[in-house]
Every structure is written in C-alpha cells, then in structure tokens.
C-alpha cells in the first residue's frame, strides 16, 4: 500500500517563529489532507490540497502530486499551534492513510 | 451543524464485556469512517462507509470487530468480547464527495481492564 512519510518526526519552536513541515508519499494520490490534533486530542482539518496552493490565515500548504510531497507552513507561530500536524492521503476511493505526524511545541 | 457526534466520549469496561461505540455524522455527508488511534500504531482506518453500505473493512482487525450504519445519520462500531489490547481512542469521521474534506468526531476514549 502508499506509503506516508513525514518529516520532521518533532520540532520545538519559538512563538513567532516560521516553520515548514514536509509530507512525502509513495505513490499518485487523488486525496491529501492536513490535519492539527491539538494537546486535547481533537483533530482538526486543516486543508484538502490534493494539488496546488492554499492559504489560510497564517497557515498556508502546496503539494506537488507529480514530485509525490505536500508542504505545510506555519507562519508566526502561536503557542496554540502546539499539537501533531497530520498529513492523510488516499491512492484511489476514500481510502485515507494517515502519516506518523509531526509534533509541534511551540515556546512562549 | 453540531458536527460529528460521537458517544461516549470515555469508557471503562472489563475484559470479556461487550462495547459499541455510537457515531452520528454531519447531515449530507454520504461517507462515514472510523478510525482508531494508539501510540504504537497511529491512526488506522478500520472501515468506512458510503452511502450507508460499508465499502472497505480490511483494517477491522478481527472478527470480535464489527460496524454497522442502519440509516444516514448513525453508525456503531463495536466490540465483542472486548480485550485490553483494544484500548485506544476510537474516532469517527464523515465527509461528501462533493467536499473531500473529513470532519472528525471528539473520539471516545477506551479503557480495557
């Protein structure tokens, strides 16, 4: 099956510091997703970017499907963004595989 | 909406006892997913549906599993006879095929003994 890697597995960051997150994938997907579970478990949907570009707030995600990787950026971080950062696909269908995440500490 | 609604949010139960954990998704969505997470192996997926007709249940991890969807707006999922390698917190999780996008639940939390 597709595998999902994501790097770095851990990252400690001062508040207002910028940091990129990376997704790499085995395989052509058709589905790719951020998630954030914050410090209480929820897990928050981030993006839906199987392609291209988005932008939210001081969040924004690219994946290039035909280079298989999806990048997440946080700009100005917050102590809020603590928590594990998800990267999900799916090959074909609704099937979605979820990455080992990348914990986030964000230091005040 | 309210969102995906899962109950309980925890449960404690002893080794043997029967579990079902409860889901509700949001309205429209065609697809409902459960997902179970622990710290040795992350989120897998355990089986999903569409349209209330359960499409792919390799991840069930055996026979003691199993999940319905009587109507569009509730599923179960569960456990019987439930062990302790079963604790872990179980999510549940809806979306369109319109709007790809998942929406989880709070996820119940459980705890064998």
């Known amino acids: 099956g597709i595998q999902v890697e994501q790097s770095p597995p851990d990252l400690i960051l001062q508040e207002g510091a910028n940091s990129t997150l990376r997704c790499n994938f085995s395989?052509?997907?058709?589905?790719l997703q951020w998630f954030h579970q914050n410090p209480w478990g929820q897990l928050i949907n981030l993006f839906y970017?199987?392609?291209g570009t988005k932008q939210n707030g001081r969040l924004s995600a690219t994946t290039v499907a035909t280079e298989r990787y999806s990048l997440l950026y946080i700009s100005s971080s917050q102590t809020t963004d603590s928590g594990v950062y998800f990267c999900?696909?799916?090959?074909?269908?609704?099937?979605?595989?979820f990455g080992a995440g990348t914990r986030l500490f964000v230091k005040a | 909406d309210a969102g995906v609604i899962q109950s309980p949010r925890h449960e404690v139960t002893e080794m043997g006892q029967e579990v079902t954990l409860r889901c509700k998704p949001i309205?429209?969505?065609?697809?409902l997913f459960w997902y179970r997470q622990t710290m040795m192996r992350g989120l897998e997926l355990l089986i999903y549906?569409?349209?209330?007709?359960?499409?792919?249940d390799s991840g069930m991890p055996e026979d003691r599993f199993s999940a319905k969807m009587p109507n569009a707006s509730f599923s179960t999922l569960k456990i019987q006879p439930s062990e302790p390698r079963d604790s872990a917190v179980y999510f549940c999780?809806?979306?369109?095929?319109?709007?790809?996008?998942?929406?989880f639940g709070s996820g119940t939390r459980l705890t064998v003994v």
């Open positions: 395989d052509s997907v058709n589905n």
């Open positions: 549906f569409n349209n209330n007709v359960p499409i792919d």
């Open positions: 970017i199987p392609s």
């Open positions: 999900a696909v799916s090959a074909g269908g609704f099937k979605t595989i």
């Open positions: 309205s429209g969505h065609d697809y």
């Open positions: 999780a809806s979306s369109s095929s319109v709007n790809y996008g998942y929406t």
